[in-house]
C-alpha cells in the first residue's frame, strides 16, 4: 500500500491543530506535514509556511514531500471576511482552486475541502435543515464557500478528483481561541467563567445556532476522509450536526457549574450574520452513508470544556 503523506493548510487554525495531532497519533508525526503562514511552537515539525496563494510553493511541498492527502483548511471566517471581502473571496476561493488543481495533476488520493452553515440564507428552510435547500449566502465567507461546494463536486464530477467536504455547525474547543467567526462566543463564554469575568455576548440571547464539539468533529472528518469512496453521494458538503442552542442555554448551562457568572447581551454585527443562518440540522444523508454519529451534547461538551479550561488556567497561573 502507497505511504500516507498528508499535507493540512491553515494547520493553526482552530480545526488544524487538534486535527494534526490526531492524524500524527494515528499516521504518525512524519506522516503528517502541517503548513500555516504562522508558526505557534517549535515543536509543530514537520512545519513549513505556506500562503495559500503562493501556489508555486504550495506545488513544490507537495512535490518534496510526496504528499497524497490534503485537509484544506486555510480560509477567513465570516465575522472577519466581512472587513476584506475581496481579501476573502480570494483566499478562499482561489486557495481552493489551487488545491483541486494540484489534487487532479498530482491524482492525490484524496482532499478534505470544510465548508460551514454559512453555505444558508435567509431562503433556507430554518429547521431541521435539509441537505439540498436554496443557499443565497450574504456573508463573502458564506458565498465563497458555497462556490467551493460547487466547484468540489465539479472536480469530482469532471476529473475524478476524491474530494470530500463536511458543513461544520460551529466549533466549540479549548485548545484555542478562534478568530473571526460569529459562532466564537460559545468558545469565549467558557474563558471568561472560568476566570471569574462577566461575558459581553455580542449575540442576542435567543439565537439558536447548530454547534459541535471539537472531538466529534474531528473524529467526523477522519471518518469521512475514510469511509469507503464509493459510499459516498455527496461531494459538495455533508450536512452535520450535533446540537443546536442559543446564548441564554449556554450561559445556564454554564452556571451550574458557576452560580455567580454573569452575561450581558450587547449585539454587534454578527447578530445579523447569525440570523442569516439556520437553528438546526437534518443530516441523515451523512448518517446514512457513512454512518456518522455525534457523542457529545450540550452537557457533556460543558464539563469537558470547564474541566479542560480550569486546568489550563490553573497551568498557566503557576
Ligand atoms: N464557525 C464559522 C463562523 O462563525 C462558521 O463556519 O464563521
Known amino acids: 500500500m502507497k505511504t500516507r503523506r ?4 491553515g494547520a493553526n487554525g482552530q480545526l488544524g491543530r487538534v486535527l494534526a495531532e490526531e492524524l ?35 506545488k513544490e511541498l507537495v512535490g518534496d514531500y510526496h504528499i497524497t492527502e490534503i485537509y484544506h483548511l486555510a480560509a477567513i471566517l465570516s465575522a472577519g471576511g466581512e472587513f476584506n471581502p475581496l481579501k476573502t473571496w480570494n483566499i478562499n476561493l482561489n486557495g481552493l482552486i489551487s488545491i483541486l488543481e494540484l489534487a487532479n495533476e498530482f491524482s492525490l488520493d484524496r482532499v478534505f475541502f470544510p465548508s460551514t452553515i454559512a453555505v444558508f440564507g435567509k431562503t433556507t428552510p430554518r429547521m431541521n435543515t435539509p441537505q439540498d435547500v436554496p443557499l443565497l449566502p450574504t456573508t463573502v465567507y458564506g458565498i465563497s464557500k458555497t462556490s467551493g461546494e460547487l466547484l468540489c ?4 464530477k469532471r476529473y475524478n478528483v476524491d474530494v470530500r467536504s463536511l458543513r461544520y455547525p460551529g466549533i466549540i474547543s479549548y485548545q484555542s481561541i478562534p478568530a473571526g467567526g460569529t459562532t466564537d462566543y460559545a468558545v469565549e463564554i467558557f474563558h471568561a467563567a472560568v476566570k471569574g469575568e462577566k461575558y ?19 473524529r467526523g472528518t477522519i471518518e469521512l476522509m475514510e469511509a469507503d469512496a464509493s459510499k459516498l453521494g455527496i461531494r459538495y458538503g455533508y450536512n452535520l450536526a450535533a446540537m443546536s442552542f442559543t446564548p441564554g442555554e449556554l450561559y445556564e448551562a454554564i452556571r451550574t457549574y458557576y452560580p455567580n457568572f454573569e452575561i450581558v447581551y450587547e449585539p454587534d454585527f454578527r447578530q445579523q450574520i447569525a440570523e442569516s443562518w439556520t437553528e438546526s440540522i437534518d ?36
Not at 457513512?290 to 457523542?295: A, L
Request: charged content about 30%; some cysteine; proline content about 2%.
Open 24 to 58: 500524527r497519533q494515528k499516521y504518525g508525526r512524519d506522516a503528517v506535514l502541517v503548513t500555516d503562514i504562522q508558526k505557534i511552537s517549535d515543536d509543530q515539525a514537520p512545519f513549513e509556511f505556506l500562503d495559500i496563494l503562493n501556489t508555486v510553493r504550495l
Open 153 to 156: 463536486n465539479y472536480y469530482h
Open 283 to 318: 443530516d441523515s444523508e451523512a448518517r446514512k452513508d457513512w454512518s456518522w454519529q455525534e457523542k457529545f451534547d450540550l452537557n457533556a461538551m460543558v464539563e469537558v470544556m470547564i474541566t479542560e479550561l480550569r486546568k489550563y488556567y490553573q497551568n498557566s497561573a503557576q
Open 6 to 9: 498528508i499535507l493540512i493548510t
Open 200 to 218: 459581553v455576548c455580542f449575540l442576542k440571547e435567543d439565537t439558536r445556532l447548530p454547534m459541535m464539539y471539537i472531538d466529534d468533529a474531528i
